[in-house]
Each structure stands twice: as C-alpha cells, then as structure tokens.
C-alpha cells in the first residue's frame, strides 16, 4: 500500500500560446499533469487570466482557448488509455503548442496542479495586483461558480448572435445552455464604465428572442449578470451613480432581460447543475 505521505511520479507538459511561428514568442496557458503508470485521465487547466495572452495578441480568440480546453478536458475522460499526442493533435490549434514532458513528484494531482500553474502559468504577484474589473470579472466569477457546479465544460460558450439575427452582428452571448424547450443565455453586463453595454443588449434582445424562437423552436431566457449596486458606489449617498445604475438595469428589464448580481450566481450555477443532471 502506498503511504499517504509519499509523492507520486508524474510528468507533465506545458501548453503554449505562440501567434506568431516565425517570431516564436509565447505565453504559457496551461498545464497538463498525469500520474506514470496510471489509468487515470491526465488533467488539464488553462489559466483564468488571459490579459498575458491580450498583450502578446490584442486579437487572440480566448473563447476559443477555453473550448480548448473543455475538449481536451472531454477526450482525457473519454479516452484515458488513449495516446496522447493523437489526442492533442486532434484537439490543439496551430497557435498552441505543447512541451517536451518532465518528470514531477507530487503529493497528489490537484495539490500538483495548484503548483505547476503558480509556477509556470499564473501571474507573478506583481501583475496580479492589477486586479480584473468591469467585464473581465464579471466573466471571471461566472466561470469560477459554473465550474464549481461542474457545469462549466457542458455549456455553449460565445454564442454568435448573428446566427439568430443577421449576418454582421457582432454580439456573442458569454454563455448559455437548453435544458429543455428553453433556452438560457447569460452575458457579462458591467455597469462599471456606464451604461452602454447595457444598451447594446437591450437593442438586440429582441431580434435575438425570435431568432432563437425561429432558428431553436425554443424560447430564449436572457440574464444579464451585473456587479451589485454598492459594489460600484451606486448607493444614496452617490445619487448620480445610483441614478445611472437603475436606468441600466431599467433599460435591460424593459426589454425582457431578467438581471441578476454576481451575488446570484452561486443560485444559477447550483440550477444549471440540477436541469443539466450533473
């Protein structure tokens, strides 16, 4: 029997961002850890911050990379005996490239993985200090309590409105899923900045409700997902600020977008766990 405290042989390889082949610069994403002689799947964890990767690539498609990382998450489970390098490159895009394995002692996977990606992956302190605000966290803390419900891998993620509208429409949906004749879509909404993205919601929800109607013969349940009021000083105290907050939500719900604070997420995330039978 193996002692609890004794460290298991694995290997793992580094994922890498490289845009460009000719200039070879790169950012490391992720991280891919298995334990030698196991028939368990490799685990795979790309990084939850992807300003790095903006810096190298203004026009990089993170949205991608994350389904990336969902599909390599699904082809470990599915084919844990599989080879690996089949499976990565089924699933790798050109832009990604993956590094020779090296051999790692680790007290156990997940304890393996919180390390290998503070090492290798994560920001250093000094860049994760600039904490993310606006969108960026509110998409943060929407995958953060998706993932905690074990859902994250299972929903439909920047969801091209053009696709129920008109061609040329630029807005993609965050996230969504069907759990049955219904279709819920949720979008990161920050009021931080004004009003503007929630105007530009509420001016395509409608096209976007009878498309899906029209396209999915289902009906669409849009939520908006917004920082709380007083997160962003929209309180009695600061009138102009509350004043401008409740015509971004007003505006919303008056075009049938059900708005909802991060603070309910944990609520969304525990229902999509329940109607997705995880």
């Known amino acids: ?8 042989a694995c290997e793992f390889q580094l ?23 196991s028939h368990e799947p490799a685990e795979v964890r790309f990084t939850r911050d992807w300003r790095r990767v903006r810096c190298l690539d203004p026009e990089a498609d993170t949205a ?19 080879k690996l390098m089949r499976l990565l ?29 503070r090492l290798y992956v994560d920001p250093p302190a000094r860049e994760r200090t600039q904490r993310l605000s606006g969108r960026a966290a509110i998409q943060a803390k929407m995958r953060t309590e998706f993932e905690r419900a074990g859902v994250w891998d299972l929903l439909r993620k920047r969801i091209a409105a053009s696709q129920y509208t ?29 009003v503007e993205m929630a105007k530009v919601l509420a001016f395509s929800a409608a096209s976007l409700r009878a498309g899906v109607e ?20 929209a309180t009695d105290a600061e009138p102009e600020q ?13 075009h049938q977008i059900r708005v909802l604070t991060t603070s ?12 997705l039978r995880v």
């Open 64 to 82: 991608l990379l994350e389904n990336m990382e969902s599909e390599l998450r699904r082809r470990f489970l599915e084919e844990p005996d599989g």
């Open 214 to 233: 029209r396209v999915e013969k289902a009906t669409l349940e849009l939520t908006a997902i917004i920082e709380p009021a007083a997160k962003l000083g």
């Open 89 to 117: 490159d089924e699933s790798l895009s050109l832009s990604v490239q993956m590094t020779a394995p090296k051999a790692y002692l680790a007290e156990s996977l997940p304890a393996g993985m919180e390390e290998l990606m």
């Open 242 to 254: 509350l004043a401008m907050y409740r015509f971004g939500v007003e505006t919303m719900e008056e």
């Open 15 to 37: 994922l890498r961002y490289v845009p460009d082949a000719v200039r070879n610069e790169y950012v490391h994403i992720g991280v891919i850890l298995r334990e030698q002689g």
């Open 166 to 194: 008109r061609p040329g429409d630029p807005l993609r949906i965050d996230v969504g899923y069907r759990p049955n004749g219904i279709i819920r879509m949720f979008h990161a909404v920050s009021l931080e900045p004004g």
């Open 264 to 275: 309910d997420l944990d609520r969304v995330a525990e229902t999509a766990r329940r109607e």
């Open 1 to 8: 029997m193996k002692n609890e405290n004794e460290r298991r």
